[in-house]
């Protein structure tokens, strides 16, 4: 049972430039969340994605953008780059109607 | 109010020894608590969480205890070992499912 797949591990990217994050959600989920995690702090909620729609948003600005696809798998867009992205972004997956989310890797984002 | 309140930053436990990690809240919306742990460079795993109709649940060596007139609620680490040093979060969320966490706490088991 294959847990929460998230690629790339790694990205380093120049400050304007534009990158997309992509998980996998856990079989059998539906529902994919996204969370930024700077260094030494937890994770913060940027957007949740539902039925292809998102559903709820955290206090991010609109150069941070998502998409659902009919597989459940998603994408996190984060255009304009500043060096204050600079973090780990996390996908957990959950079934809807269940309350329990699960992680994955999660991909460290690196702005020069 | 939508914080989750975490202490202590930093922890230092005998191998043995039980840890004791402890997190408030304000928002009375919040009806889930889940605890991770992390790991350096690996993601959050859940490892246990309450809701609050019950005041204490126990999945091995963890225990939750749920205060709600306090608004407030700890992991119990029994029998601490050095694999379980690790980073461990305390979240809560309301209906809708978006996680609040809290700031972490850095638990190291010496042997």
């Known amino acids: 049972d294959a847990g929460v797949t998230q690629s790339p591990t790694h990205l380093i990217k120049t400050r304007g430039q534009q990158v997309t994050l992509r998980c996998s959600p856990k079989?059998?989920?539906?529902?994919v969340s996204w969370y930024q995690q700077a260094l030494g702090q937890g994770p913060q909620f940027i957007f949740q994605y539902y039925e292809e729609e998102e559903r709820q948003r955290g206090n991010f600005p609109d150069r941070f953008s998502g998409h659902q696809f009919p597989n459940y798998s998603s994408e996190l867009n984060v255009n304009a780059l500043l060096l204050g992205d600079s973090a780990l972004y996390l996908c957990?997956?959950?079934?809807?109607?269940?309350?329990?989310?699960?992680f994955g890797p999660g991909t460290r984002l690196t702005v020069t | 109010q939508q914080q989750v309140k975490q202490s202590p930053q930093s922890l230092i436990v005998q191998k043995g020894g039980i840890s004791i990690i402890n997190c408030a809240y304000e928002n009375t919306a919040f009806d889930y608590f889940p605890w991770y742990q992390q790991f350096p460079g690996k993601g959050p795993a859940l490892l246990i969480a309450?809701?609050?109709?019950?005041s204490e649940k126990k999945e091995g060596r963890f225990t939750i205890s749920f205060n709600k007139s306090a608004k407030q609620f700890s992991l119990h680490i029994m029998d601490s070992q050095p694999g379980d040093s690790a980073t461990y979060f305390c979240a809560a969320s309301s209906q809708g499912g978006k996680l609040i966490f809290g700031q972490g706490t850095e638990l190291s088991v010496k042997p």
């Open positions: 957990a997956s959950s079934l809807v109607g269940e309350r329990e989310q699960y």
């Open positions: 079989s059998g989920h539906d529902t």
């Open positions: 309450i809701r609050p109709d019950v």
